[in-house]
């Protein structure tokens, strides 16, 4: 049996931060284990096969985190397990008391309302991307099967950027949780 | 925020402040790390707290004359209440 065991566009099918936390902890339960998350992890995530084991994930969204982010967290016992663009995983072995790096209301919102943010911005930029491909096949002088080609990806960064527009959506509905 | 503000009466990094409300709460209140790094920058851009000085990517924090404005005002804030509920009791 394999080492590892590769999941697909994890944080696309669970955007709710505290989806995504819930997610990797399934997974250790099951001794698949999240020990190291890297840029393209959010395309294919890798876990360890290994014992099982009882950590508590947390996601944060620090898209520019200021010199003493990483020390904060460490200092309290949390290890850094890697960050997907802005996206920072971190997780703390733990038994009894599910620990939480989140410990009140306006923090906890505001960590999801920054994934809220993050995943918005990427919804407007996909919506713009697919407009200015759609204008530009009907109004440049094109080949038709340039034309045919710009119409494609028009279509495809505007699914994209819907269904980013739906997660961010799903976020904003969620930031209390 | 009114604990981390009472915290950085004295300069203090992250680590600090919880151990300080830690044992100021008696062990109730363990503020989280994501908390308390969060609450900090927000501090800080509202000019309620300062950074000082940065040792090995720990960076120290106190509080401002603002900030020390704020905290007085959610003191009386809170007296007043507590006030009020002893009228309960």
């Known amino acids: 049996m394999s080492t590892t065991r590769a999941f697909w566009l994890i944080p696309f099918r669970y955007t709710v931060p505290a989806d995504l936390e819930r997610w990797f902890e399934q997974r250790a339960a099951e001794g698949l284990i999240a020990d190291r998350v890297r840029q393209w992890s959010s395309l294919r995530m890798r876990l360890n096969r290994r014992e099982p084991a009882t950590y508590r994930y947390v996601v944060d969204a620090q898209p520019a ?3 003493d982010y990483l020390t904060t967290y460490e200092d309290l016992g949390w290890e850094h397990v890697g960050q997907m663009a802005s996206i920072h995983v971190w997780r703390r072995a733990y038994t009894g008391k ?11 919102t505001g960590r999801n309302l920054r994934f809220a943010l993050a995943a918005g911005i990427a919804a407007v930029m996909l919506l713009v991307v697919a407009i200015v491909l ?20 028009a279509g495809l960064a ?3 950027g819907v269904a980013v527009a739906a997660a961010t959506l799903t976020i904003l509905r969620a930031r209390n949780r | 925020m009114f604990y981390i503000l009472l915290a950085l009466r004295q300069e203090r990094h992250g680590y600090g402040i919880m151990q300080h409300v830690l044992a100021l709460t008696g062990g109730r209140i363990e503020l989280g790390a994501g908390t308390i790094y969060s609450t900090l920058g927000k501090l800080e851009r509202q000019g309620l707290i300062a950074a000082t000085a940065e040792v090995d990517r720990r960076k120290n924090y106190v509080i401002t ?3 020390t404005a ?20």
Not at chain 1, 134 to 153: F, H, N, T
Request: glycine share 4%; no cysteine.
């Open chain 1, 65 to 67: 985190p200021r010199s």
């Open chain 2, 70 to 89: 704020a905290l007085v005002l959610e003191a009386r804030r809170i007296a007043e209440l507590h006030d009020h509920s002893k009228e309960l009791l």
């Open chain 1, 98 to 108: 599910r620990p939480e790096a989140f410990t009140d209301r306006p923090s906890a």
């Open chain 1, 134 to 153: 759609a204008i530009v096949a009907v109004a440049a002088d094109v080949a038709a099967d340039e034309s045919v080609q710009l119409w494609l990806a």
């Open chain 2, 65 to 67: 004359e603002r900030g």
């Open chain 1, 158 to 160: 505007g699914l994209v």
